[in-house]
């Protein structure tokens, strides 16, 4: 089954790269931010679909990638080639320093204190005026200019989230993919076979913070812009719900949430205002009719 | 080797293990045995961490446990089992044993590492614990006895020098209860492994274990070679006219 999957994948990626073709500008910007969440949201999935901590606020390394990546791009002139990984490395230490508090907490005060930490990041950009132009946004982001049109940009995230997917893949297989659910399933066990379960739980944090700060950097970079709403709690539950929607018992399922999500945005665009309230519903009817996401739904079809 | 000294435990107010010292010699079979409720349980999670004492200590080899987490326990040689199954109940009994080797070898982090490399030795310890049919089963659909079995093969992956073993017969019937405890005197010698175990069949206690200490209301109140304990007058009293079972 999952190479079946990986075939379907490579399949897709190869699609996506002929899409410039098309010539669409509205389909490669489209694509372009599928893409941003499709990452965004597999790496919040190796928390909660492999470590089963349910993070709240795992836009807040999604805001500090992007803050990032854009302080270090226009504030301080950094070539982009360096200011990504720069803005990863700075990424994966607030990863670690949140994460090292976090996983103290399980379940519940684990959530908790996500949510409270996102919110934290949050009210630090808000604030921090004179660095990130508080909630006039950072503005003029400027990409070099080699991925400075639309099919250029499309495919550099293009190139970008495939590794980062394939990284994420051989991540999820690996022992620690397994070790992770392990401890989901029975934290005390785990611990007597001799795993340092805090320890393995943090490192699955900092991965999932770092990539998702990879996401957030692409996305300052897309808007040429990036605003502190992108660290609120409302982002880390729309990312949830992605991940929901999808199936988090799968690898690709969140992938399909956030697909399926931004369609969803985008079919809706007149009800915008109400895009909140539509998020809940599709949360709801998620939970209620098919808890195991789209995923789950497409792999009882195909046993069928 | 394990050495346990005047251990302390209480639950608001309730003092379940009373000062409670034992000394555990490389290559034994050490059983201990009490009334249900004597703090045998208690015992053993005070030993490997699972729960921190109020007072005493315990070292393995000099080293001292006490204090440490469990996974630092287990890393220092010491392995176990529990008296309430605890087993990954979703996975397959392969991935069960495959998850314990994977921390054995502390290849947690080997990312390169693919998860298929160790057939053989997961084969190995199946057979051993005699769970080669079951190996794709979920571990939640197996019977219990058979459940029995993969918690102590998780225990026994980790190659410990001490192996603790809570009951492990414990809701089995008299013939299953025998042919676990065979094997598992024949995997303790196999493997020199030092073992300290709890056990409600008194037949089976004396007929194996070469040291027997009685737990009562939390205190030892005796300790010695099975003859010497079947001498003893404290534990005659504790077990006068009474089951065992
Ligand atoms: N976590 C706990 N909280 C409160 N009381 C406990 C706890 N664990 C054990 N006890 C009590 O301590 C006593 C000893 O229990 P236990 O160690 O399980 O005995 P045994 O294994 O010898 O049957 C029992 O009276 C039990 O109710
Ligand atoms: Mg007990």
Same mark, same amino acid.
């Given at each position: 089954?999952?190479?079946?999957?990986?075939?379907?994948?490579?399949?897709?990626?190869?699609?996506?790269?002929?899409?410039?073709?098309?010539?669409?500008?509205?389909?490669?910007?489209?694509?372009?931010?599928?893409?941003?969440?499709?990452?965004?949201?597999?790496?919040?999935?190796?928390?909660?679909?492999?470590?089963?901590?349910?993070?709240?606020?795992?836009?807040?390394?999604?805001?500090?990638?992007?803050?990032?990546?854009?302080?270090?791009?226009?504030?301080?002139?950094?070539?982009?080639?360096?200011?990504?990984?720069?803005?990863?490395?700075?990424?994966?230490?607030?990863?670690?320093?949140?994460?090292?508090?976090?996983?103290?907490?399980?379940?519940?005060?684990?959530?908790?204190?996500?949510?409270?930490?996102?919110?934290?990041?949050?009210?630090?950009?808000?604030?921090?005026?004179?660095?990130?132009?508080?909630?006039?946004?950072?503005?003029?982001?400027?990409?070099?200019?080699?991925?400075?049109?639309?099919?250029?940009?499309?495919?550099?995230?293009?190139?970008?989230?495939?590794?980062?997917?394939?990284?994420?893949?051989?991540?999820?297989?690996?022992?620690?993919?397994?070790?992770?659910?392990?401890?989901?399933?029975?934290?005390?066990?785990?611990?007597?076979?001799?795993?340092?379960?805090?320890?393995?739980?943090?490192?699955?944090?900092?991965?999932?913070?770092?990539?998702?700060?990879?996401?957030?950097?692409?996305?300052?970079?897309?808007?040429?812009?990036?605003?502190?709403?992108?660290?609120?709690?409302?982002?880390?539950?729309?990312?949830?719900?992605?991940?929901?929607?999808?199936?988090?018992?799968?690898?690709?399922?969140?992938?399909?949430?956030?697909?399926?999500?931004?369609?969803?945005?985008?079919?809706?665009?007149?009800?915008?205002?109400?895009?909140?309230?539509?998020?809940?519903?599709?949360?709801?009817?998620?939970?209620?009719?098919?808890?195991?996401?789209?995923?789950?739904?497409?792999?009882?079809?195909?046993?069928? | 080797?394990?050495?346990?000294?005047?251990?302390?435990?209480?639950?608001?107010?309730?003092?379940?293990?009373?000062?409670?010292?034992?000394?555990?010699?490389?290559?034994?079979?050490?059983?201990?045995?009490?009334?249900?409720?004597?703090?045998?349980?208690?015992?053993?999670?005070?030993?490997?961490?699972?729960?921190?004492?109020?007072?005493?200590?315990?070292? !393995?080899?000099?080293? =001292? @446990?006490?204090?440490? +987490?469990?996974?630092?326990?287990?890393?220092?040689?010491? *392995?176990?089992?529990? $008296?309430?199954?605890?087993?990954?109940?979703?996975?397959?009994?392969?991935?069960?044993?495959?998850?314990?080797?994977?921390?054995?070898?502390?290849?947690?982090?080997?990312?390169?590492?693919?998860?298929?490399?160790?057939?053989?030795?997961?084969?190995?310890? !199946?057979?051993?614990? =005699? @769970?080669?049919?079951? +190996?794709?089963?979920?571990?939640?659909?197996?019977?219990? *006895?058979?459940?029995? $079995?993969?918690?102590?093969?998780?225990?026994?992956?980790?190659?410990?020098?001490?192996?603790?073993?809570?009951?492990?017969?414990?809701?089995?019937?008299?013939?299953?209860?025998?042919?676990?405890?065979?094997?598992?005197?024949?995997?303790?010698?196999?493997?020199?492994?030092?073992?300290?175990?709890?056990?409600?069949?008194?037949?089976?206690?004396?007929?194996?274990?070469?040291?027997?200490?009685?737990?009562?209301?939390?205190?030892?109140?005796?300790?010695?070679?099975?003859?010497?304990?079947?001498?003893?007058?404290?534990?005659?009293?504790?077990?006068?006219?009474?089951?065992?079972?």
């Amino acid at each position: 089954m999952p190479r079946r999957h990986l075939l379907l994948a490579a399949a897709v990626v190869a699609l996506l790269a002929l899409l410039p073709l098309s010539g669409s500008t509205y389909l490669l910007y489209l694509f372009t931010q599928v893409l941003i969440f499709v990452l965004f949201a597999t790496s919040l999935n190796l928390l909660i679909g492999y470590a089963g901590l349910v993070s709240f606020g795992h836009a807040a390394f999604f805001a500090i990638g992007g803050y990032g990546c854009a302080i270090l791009l226009r504030s301080y002139g950094v070539p982009l080639l360096l200011a990504m990984p720069a803005a990863l490395v700075m990424t994966a230490v607030f990863a670690t320093l949140i994460g090292a508090l976090c996983v103290r907490l399980t379940s519940y005060y684990f959530s908790m204190l996500t949510l409270a930490f996102g919110q934290l990041v949050w009210a630090v950009v808000f604030k921090w005026r004179s660095m990130t132009g508080g909630d006039d946004g950072f503005l003029r982001i400027v990409s070099p200019s080699w991925i400075d049109t639309p099919a250029s940009f499309f495919l550099f995230t293009l190139v970008l989230v495939t590794l980062a997917m394939v990284a994420l893949w051989i991540v999820a297989h690996s022992p620690l993919g397994r070790t992770l659910m392990a401890i989901r399933e029975n934290q005390v066990r785990a611990g007597f076979l001799g795993v340092h379960t805090r320890r393995v739980q943090l490192v699955a944090f900092i991965i999932a913070g770092t990539f998702a700060g990879l996401a957030g950097a692409l996305f300052a970079l897309f808007n040429r812009s990036i605003f502190p709403d992108s660290a609120w709690w409302l982002q880390s539950a729309e990312v949830l719900i992605m991940v929901v929607l999808g199936g988090m018992n799968s690898f690709f399922g969140p992938a399909v949430g956030a697909l399926t999500l931004i369609l969803l945005g985008r079919l809706t665009l007149e009800l915008t205002a109400f895009w909140p309230a539509l998020l809940a519903i599709i949360l709801i009817a998620t939970l209620f009719f098919f808890p195991s996401g789209i995923a789950g739904l497409l792999k009882a079809r195909g046993r069928r | 080797m394990l050495e346990v000294r005047e251990l302390t435990k209480s639950f608001s107010g309730f003092t379940a293990v009373n000062q409670a010292s034992l000394t555990v010699a490389e290559g034994d079979i050490h059983a201990v045995i009490g009334p249900n409720g004597a703090g045998k349980s208690t015992l053993f999670n005070l030993i490997t961490g699972h729960l921190i004492p109020d007072s005493g200590e315990v070292t !393995l080899k000099g080293e =001292r @446990l006490t204090g440490l +987490a469990p996974h630092a326990v287990v890393r220092r040689g010491l *392995g176990r089992s529990f $008296q309430r199954i605890s087993v990954f109940l979703r996975m397959t009994v392969w991935e069960n044993v495959q998850i314990a080797l994977v921390a054995k070898d502390a290849r947690e982090f080997c990312f390169w590492k693919p998860l298929q490399n160790e057939k053989e030795k997961i084969a190995q310890l !199946l057979e051993t614990v =005699r @769970l080669e049919e079951e +190996a794709k089963v979920v571990a939640g659909e197996l019977s219990y *006895g058979k459940q029995k $079995q993969l918690e102590l093969a998780l225990a026994l992956a980790g190659e410990p020098r001490v192996l603790l073993l809570d009951e492990p017969t414990a809701g089995m019937s008299p013939r299953e209860t025998e042919e676990s405890i065979l094997l598992i005197t024949k995997i303790v010698k196999e493997r020199g492994v030092t073992l300290l175990f709890t056990e409600h069949d008194m037949n089976m206690v004396f007929g194996i274990a070469n040291r027997i200490s009685v737990l009562h209301h939390g205190a030892v109140i005796a300790s010695g070679t099975p003859d010497e304990v079947r001498g003893n007058h404290a534990v005659q009293e504790v077990y006068l006219g009474r089951p065992t079972h």
